[in-house]
Nanobody, 125 residues
Framework: QVQLVESGGGLVQAGGSLRLSCAAS????????MGWFRQAPGKEREFVAA????????YYADSVKGRFTISRDNAKNTVYLQMNSLKPEDTAVYYC??????????????????WGQGTQVTVSS
């Protein structure tokens, strides 16, 4: 099994930056594909970014392309989401997800097996 804990959320002004971290524990973390999803109040959970187990493939939602960057450091069992040029519409709870060794990045939430509890990101205007 894989356990995930997100951190780094907070309150930031529009145009600012935040870096989210997701610390993972588990024997097979190095082979897990990882993803970030978010859910705003009154809305469905949506895909944000994903990265393959090796870090060689990344995918982003159109709404965050050019502003967000997903990366991973397998030696530290950690995945990151660098968020720049933040907008009020980025306000949401951000969730980290991992698959169970499949290793292929995907935007589909059902492909992931493990989820963190989320971290709140609030962007003020």
């Amino acid at each position: 099994q894989v356990q995930l804990v997100e951190s780094g959320g907070g309150l930031v002004q529009a145009g600012g930056s935040l870096r989210l971290s997701c610390a993972a524990s588990g024997r097979t973390f190095s082979t897990n594909a990882m993803g970030w999803f978010r859910q705003a109040p009154g809305k469905e959970r949506e895909f944000v970014a994903a990265i393959s187990w090796s870090g060689g493939s990344t995918y982003y939602a159109d709404s965050v392309k050019g502003r967000f960057t997903i990366s991973r450091d397998n030696a530290k069992n950690t995945v990151y989401l660098q968020m720049n040029s933040l907008k009020p519409e980025d306000t949401a709870v951000y969730y980290c997800a991992a698959d169970d060794g499949r290793g292929i990045a995907t935007m589909e939430g059902y492909e992931y097996d493990y989820w963190g509890q989320g971290t709140q990101v609030t962007v003020s205007s």
